[in-house]
């Protein structure tokens, strides 16, 4: 017991240390602007492209909610993946827990289907 409160002390040690470190190395590495300004440095960069119009534009909601149906349905593929590989190990209860949660994500989908959350106008 006594070798698992040490294991957890030092890990807790070493990953303190490494994130000090890392944030004490990039404010001694970080880039320092210069004091004269330029008008480039004002302009907006649009990967390259000289840009037209207003750069402070509004996008529709739609676009945000396909993003996060993206997201919500690309974690659950990464959470089903590891519970498939060791679905044998689980047994019943792993596969009930398992379907409980395609349910809830799939009720999800189709209170945003009875909304109309995903239509295309």
Do not use: N
Request: hydrophobic share 60%; with cysteine; proline share 2%.
């Amino acid at each position: 017991m006594q070798s698992a409160w040490l294991s957890a002390l030092s890990f807790l040690v070493v990953s303190t240390l490494v994130g000090v470190g890392m944030l004490a190395v990039a404010r001694v590495l970080r880039v320092k602007a210069r004091a004269e300004g330029s008008a480039l440095k004002t302009r907006t960069y649009e990967c390259g492209e000289e840009p037209t119009g207003m750069a402070w534009m509004q996008f529709h909601a739609r676009y945000y909610v396909v993003a996060l149906f993206f997201v919500v349905f690309d974690v659950e593929a990464v959470f089903l993946f590891p519970w498939a590989v060791v679905l044998r190990e689980l047994g019943m209860p792993g596969l009930v827990a398992a379907i409980v949660f395609v349910l809830v994500l799939m009720l999800g989908w189709l209170y945003a289907i009875k909304k109309e959350a995903l239509r295309w106008q």
